[in-house]
Nanobody, 124 residues
C-alpha cells in the first residue's frame, strides 16, 4: 500500500502561483508514474498532468499546458505541481495519484493509489 499526502493548497489571486507537493510513503516511489487530477464542485474528476517514474516523460491537459509543470524528486519521494498564471477556473480539490505501470496516462482509472486532496481556490 502506498500513502500519498498532498500539501501546498490555499487561496491565491488570479494570475498568482502555487506549488503543490505530494509526499509518498509505503512503496518504492521511483517505481511509479505519478499524476495530478482535480475536481471542482459539481464536476467530474479531471486530468491535470502526469510524469513517468524517471521524470523523463510528462503529459498535460490542454487547459493547463504552458502554465503548470510537474516534477519529481525521487530522493525525497515527492512529486510537485507548479501552477502559474492561475485562473478562477483552476479552483478545485487537487489530488495526486500513483500508477504502478508507469503509463503517464490521462485516465484516472489507471491510477492505483490516491491522496486525500488539497484545496486550491483562485479568487480576488
Amino acid at each position: 500500500q502506498m500513502q500519498l499526502v498532498e500539501s501546498g493548497g490555499g487561496l491565491v489571486q488570479p494570475g498568482g502561483s502555487l506549488r503543490l507537493s505530494c509526499a509518498a510513503s509505503g512503496r518504492t516511489f521511483s517505481s511509479y508514474a505519478m499524476g495530478w487530477f482535480r475536481q471542482a464542485p459539481g464536476k467530474e474528476r479531471e486530468f491535470v498532468g502526469a510524469i513517468s517514474k524517471s521524470g523523463g516523460r510528462t503529459n498535460y491537459a490542454d487547459s493547463v499546458k504552458d502554465r503548470f509543470t510537474i516534477s519529481r524528486d525521487n530522493a525525497k519521494n515527492t512529486v510537485y505541481l507548479q501552477m502559474n498564471s492561475l485562473k478562477p477556473e483552476d479552483t478545485a480539490v487537487y489530488y495526486c495519484a500513483a500508477d504502478t505501470l508507469n503509463r503517464v496516462s490521462s485516465s484516472w482509472g489507471r491510477f492505483d493509489y490516491w491522496g486525500q486532496g488539497t484545496q486550491v481556490t483562485v479568487s480576488l
